[in-house]
């Protein structure tokens, strides 16, 4: 029920590439770091990631092939954070924006990062841990990618996604082209 604000401070890495002629489908893995959480889950305040295919799969209207189980782009309000930690976490979780989070993957992947407890502030904030996006392609095409990141109604808090492990599909399953 938030409305997030305009998109601020974008960045992007755009690639074009050829398929190879075995390809089915291109996959990459990728860890959302936020510094909005928890002070700014369920606000205004939203940072995205997302990750544009064009030519687009099938069935999609806006190209973004890297989201949560609920269809929903990866942000501060998305289920997959995992990575995070409070005062009573564990074995508690951790209350942000109304919604409770587990933190099930604890703190540890934040340390040395920005975003944890060891930065100035002294408080956690928050990450994904490694996801995998893997969508359709057709084989022998040109294809572009673009990996985007932005602040949405601010400019000041930052989030930031590390992207690794891209590769081909090679083998034919399910929304294959």
């Known amino acids: 029920g938030v409305v997030t604000g305009n998109p601020q401070d974008a960045a992007a890495l755009e690639v074009t590439l050829r398929s190879p002629a075995n390809a089915h ?9 936020t510094y909005e959480w928890p ?6 305040y939203n940072d995205f990631f997302v990750a544009l295919l064009s030519p687009m799969p099938p069935g999609q209207t806006d190209g973004n092939i890297s989201f949560d189980s609920l269809g929903n782009p990866v942000s501060v309000n998305n289920a997959f954070v995992e990575v995070c930690g409070c005062e009573g976490n564990p074995p508690g979780p951790c209350l942000a924006g109304g919604k409770t989070f587990t933190c099930s993957l604890g703190n540890v992947e934040l340390i040395g990062t920005g975003f944890g407890f060891d930065t100035t502030g002294f408080e956690d904030h928050a990450a994904t841990s490694w996801l995998n ?36 599909v090679t083998e034919a399953g399910e929304g294959s082209v």
Not at 39 to 44: M, P
Request: glycine share 6%; proline share 2%.
């Open 25 to 33: 489908g291109v996959s990459f893995d990728f860890d959302f770091y």
């Open 133 to 168: 996006t893997t969508a359709p392609i057709k084989a022998n095409s040109e294809i572009t990618l673009r990996w985007a990141i932005y602040d949405s109604g601010d400019g000041v808090l930052d989030s930031t996604t590390l992207i690794d492990n891209f590769r081909w």
């Open 39 to 44: 002070n700014f889950v369920c606000s205004e």
